[in-house]
């Protein structure tokens, strides 16, 4: 029917009291001759206590938008995202899902647009989320659950994000390096948006020039971020070195095992887990726990032994859960 394309649900609690939303809310109303979305809140109407009361009354368990003021609503849930994440009445799975559509959007905006507007949406979402995963551990899991089990490609940048960060927190970075860090991975590919899509989706295997052009992105991320002021150094150094290997055999410079910096190690580790676990032109996703295999048995030397170890050790509980013995495996 053509109603389920052209609107969207969203959950009410999603929706804070005494704020506007920017789009356009839609009530679903059935009868026995039609089933049809009546407006409720007008994008510029106050979202007000009897407004919610209505719909605790009535028991509404969902609200609908329409498809094109997208944008606008997760603008809105990134703007209130501290309420959204600290309401204890939202299930804390729900709350992560909602971060989650909300560090999509910004994460497309910013390929899309990689302004200074949208460097900056980038990390003030990467200090709430540092506040959020610090303050809460519930959620902190529930995060780590989606990315692990959830393959949707839109929430696969996100995912890499929640994993690098609660892999930080574990690895015992304060709140500023984890914020670095957090945003840092945000922003690592951003010099990409300076190379042509051509090559960078081209089906089958780049020529050297290609090559050339694509290794230059970690020094192009840098330019980008210059320009638009740097808060926090962590962000440089990974969008600089994600593609440094312990082994000296990556790029752009070939550095190798401690001339890499810290954060530097991490986002190699995260970036070929991300590579692997994405599902790109060339190639299909793999699950998790491949993907670690697939690093540990074939990849070894782009990475700081230690570190992988934390890293494996880290996610084994989460992946496997079900599978349990094949991490004992992988952690030997
Ligand atoms: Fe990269």
């Known amino acids: 029917m053509e109603y389920e394309i052209s609107y969207l649900p969203i959950r009410p609690d999603s ?39 209505m719909l605790v009354v009535q028991k509404i368990k969902s609200l609908f938008i329409k498809k094109e003021e997208q944008p606008a609503f997760f603008d809105y849930l990134e703007n209130n995202f501290q309420h959204i994440v600290s309401d204890t009445n939202i299930p804390s799975d729900e709350r992560t899902k ?7 959007n910004l994460v497309k905006d910013l ?21 959020y995963v610090i303050e809460d551990s519930k959620a902190a899991e529930s995060l780590l659950k989606i990315a692990v089990h959830e393959y949707d490609s839109y929430t696969h940048a996100v995912n890499v994000v929640a994993i690098g960060t609660l ?14 860090l957090c945003a840092g991975i945000l922003l690592h590919d951003v010099g990409k ?15 050297e020039g290609e090559f050339g052009i694509v290794k230059k992105h970690p020094e192009l991320g ?5 320009e638009t002021g740097i808060e926090f150094k962590e962000e440089l150094i990974i969008t600089l070195q994600h593609h440094e290997n312990d082994d000296g055999s990556g790029y752009p410079y070939g550095l190798k095992k401690d001339e890499i910096h810290p954060c530097g190690k991490i986002a190699r580790i995260l970036d070929v887990y991300d590579a692997l ?56």
């Open 15 to 53: 929706l804070k009291t005494n704020t506007t939303v920017g789009c356009d809310i839609y009530l679903l109303t059935r009868t026995m001759a039609e089933v049809r979305f009546v407006l409720y809140c007008k994008r510029d109407a106050v979202f007000d206590e009897a407004k919610k009361e």
């Open 98 to 104: 909602i971060v989650h559509r909300a560090a999509t």
């Open 222 to 226: 840098v330019e980008i971020l210059e």
């Open 167 to 180: 892999f930080g927190q574990k690895l015992g970075l304060g709140p500023k390096g984890l914020k670095g």
């Open 277 to 332: 676990t994405a599902n790109r032109s060339y190639r299909d996703a793999v699950r998790p726990f491949d993907a670690l295999k697939e690093m540990k048995y074939g990849m070894l030397n782009c990475f700081d032994i230690d570190l992988f170890k934390k890293f494996i050790c880290f996610f084994g509980p989460y992946d496997l859960r079900e599978k349990k013995g094949k991490s004992d495996r992988l952690q030997n």
């Open 111 to 131: 390929f899309a647009d990689p302004s200074t507007g949208n460097i900056e949406r980038i990390k003030a979402f990467a200090h709430n989320m540092v506040d």
């Open 193 to 207: 948006t300076k190379i042509s899509t051509d090559i960078l989706n081209k089906k089958g295997k780049l020529t």
